[in-house]
């Protein structure tokens, strides 16, 4: 069989080209990053359990009418989604203190915020994605004034139906990222959710205990990321056991 052709190779996700013009397939890794890849491991199983979030949020996203990079899923580890031109920003979405947040302005992790807000990060791993104001993306084009308008409510959108979907089995979404592309339909272009929504890209606290079920676990040596994760998919009906604790097949000679 002919080996497909890689497009790219990131820090817990490949891509290749697609079946069809247009369309590339997105494989879920199970190697984990923090710190700007300063700490890494493989975590069995990760791949598997974010393959099948994102494709429930991307799913629950279009079902509402925000549109996504995402077709279908293909098989535990990969999916299909639409080839689109990445805009180099990471939309970071905030309902509670945490992280470089909590960092920056000295505030307690979990202080609700007075409303939720939307930052932006330049996408550049050697710059540590520097977060950056409306008036440098403009001014440097790497989006337009209407884009950015869309983006934020795009963001927001995505924020409220997470936040709902996630307080509706007890957990509370802290902060996420997203990345938004551009498909082009001739002329036209569009802006949609890419990339991945997964605990990998979220804060996720468990509403009555405050455990964390995100990729912080990992970040933070809270335990066992893969069980966190399946606590997630468990609790949305996505994936019902850890993968990674299954017995294995054994080879019969
Ligand atoms: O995660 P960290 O403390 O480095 O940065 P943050 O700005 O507090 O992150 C806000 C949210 O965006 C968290 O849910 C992160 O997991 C997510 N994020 C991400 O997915 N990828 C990045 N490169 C940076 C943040």
Redesign the pocket.
Same mark, same amino acid.
């Given at each position: 069989m002919a080996r497909r052709k890689l497009i790219y190779e990131g820090k817990a996700k490949i891509l290749y080209d697609g079946p069809e013009p247009g369309t590339y397939v997105q494989y879920f890794k199970d190697d984990a990053t /923090? +710190?700007?890849a300063g700490k890494k491991d493989v975590i069995e199983g990760k791949g598997v359990l974010n393959n099948r979030l994102s494709e429930f949020f991307m799913n629950g996203l279009q079902q509402i009418g925000v549109p996504t990079h995402f077709i279908k899923r293909l098989n535990m580890r990969e999916q299909l989604i639409r080839q689109c031109e990445i805009i180099p920003l !990471?939309v970071?979405? *905030?309902n509670y203190a /945490?992280?470089?947040? /909590? =960092?920056r302005l000295g505030m307690e992790e979990g202080t609700q915020l007075p409303r939720p807000i939307v !930052?932006f990060?330049y996408?550049d791993d050697s710059l540590g994605?520097p977060?950056v104001p409306e008036e440098y993306i403009a001014a440097f084009g790497w989006a337009s004034q209407q884009d950015l308008d869309d983006i934020v409510s795009i963001a927001l959108k995505v924020n409220d139906f997470i936040s709902g979907v996630m307080y509706g089995v007890g957990i509370k979404l802290?902060? +996420? =990222?997203i990345e938004i592309g551009r498909v082009w339909d001739n002329d036209f272009q569009r802006l949609v959710v890419a990339d991945e929504i997964s605990p990998?890209?979220? *804060?996720l606290w468990d509403i009555e205990t405050g455990r964390k079920l995100?990729?912080?676990v990992f *970040?933070r040596d809270l335990g066992d990321l893969a069980d966190a994760y399946t606590e997630v998919a468990k609790r949305l009906g996505v994936l019902p056991t850890n993968t990674a604790q299954m017995p294995k097949p054994t080879l019969i000679n």
């Open positions: /923090a +710190f700007n !990471e970071i979405v *905030r /945490a992280g470089t947040m /909590a =960092k !930052e990060s996408k994605d977060l802290v902060d +996420f =990222k990998d890209s979220c *804060r995100d990729k912080d *970040r």
